[in-house]
T-cell receptor, first 114, second 113 residues
Framework: DTAVSQTPKYLVTQMGNDKSIKCEQN?????MYWYKQDSKKFLKIMFS???????INETVPNRFSPKSPDKAHLNLHINSLELGDSAVYFC?????????????FGPGTRLTVL | AQSVTQLGSHVSVSEGALVLLRCNYS??????LFWYVQYPNQGLQLLLK??????LVKGINGFEAEFKKSETSFHLTKPSAHMSDAAEYFC???????????FGKGTSLLVTP
């Protein structure tokens, strides 16, 4: 069974559209994250949730809104997509909010905005 | 702010040769450091982590890293490269908030026959 899964794997859309990326973890972890990896492979934290509570919200446009219906899911909704949003988005989870925990990453969602 | 710098965006080694990937950190507190690997079209996977115990840390797939406070370094090594080691390698440090990681820009390792 996949520990951290994301859907879809690829997402191609037009500028101005609204889209969502879903993430689920079956590890029983309490904390989940969204990272953005740009075309130069630089990874940057976007959000973190612990038990459905937002604990990290980096400087991200408010067009990006995370939603955590339960601690096993953390979805990312993006409004009014822009060309610069094209990237690979990774979901990750850790057992709790401890900073020494191993992060388990999903396979990524490659978003292309045309 | 806690950050890491990876020296060399691309490293090429021959199969069987030593692998050395460099990472220097900047941290106002004792750092917690990680190395992750990303194989093509996959998510990241933990190789090893330093959490202030032993300064020489052994990880998976024969990799190890040594924490050197005097040099603010956490370089990743492997004695003998395999073709399967070709991947992107990321050094990371726990962020100011303590609840996420700040990643370096990555080093792409190429292994030639």
């Amino acid at each position: 069974d996949t520990a951290v899964s994301q859907t879809p794997k690829y997402l191609v859309t037009q500028m101005g559209n609204d889209k969502s990326i879903k993430c689920e973890q079956n590890l029983g972890h309490d904390t989940m994250y969204w990272y953005k990896q740009d075309s130069k492979k630089f990874l940057k934290i976007m959000f973190s949730y612990n038990n459905k509570e937002l604990i990290i919200n980096e400087t991200v446009p408010n067009r990006f809104s995370p939603k955590s219906p339960d601690k096993a899911h953390l979805n990312l909704h993006i409004n009014s997509l822009e060309l610069g949003d094209s990237a690979v988005y990774f979901c990750a989870s850790t057992r709790d909010r401890g900073f020494t925990d191993t992060q388990y990453f999903g396979p990524g969602t490659r978003l292309t905005v045309l | 702010a806690q950050s890491v710098t990876q020296l060399g965006s691309h490293v090429s080694v021959s199969e069987g040769a030593l692998v050395l990937l460099r990472c220097n950190y900047s941290s106002s507190v004792p750092p917690y450091l990680f190395w992750y690997v990303q194989y093509p079209n996959q998510g990241l996977q933990l190789l090893l982590k330093y959490t202030s115990a032993a300064t020489l840390v052994k990880g998976i797939n024969g990799f190890e890293a040594e924490f050197k406070k005097s040099e603010t370094s956490f370089h990743l090594t492997k004695p003998s490269a395999h073709m399967s080691d070709a991947a992107e390698y990321f050094c990371a440090v726990v962020s100011n908030s303590g609840y996420a990681l700040n990643f370096g820009k990555g080093t792409s390792l190429l292994v030639t026959p």
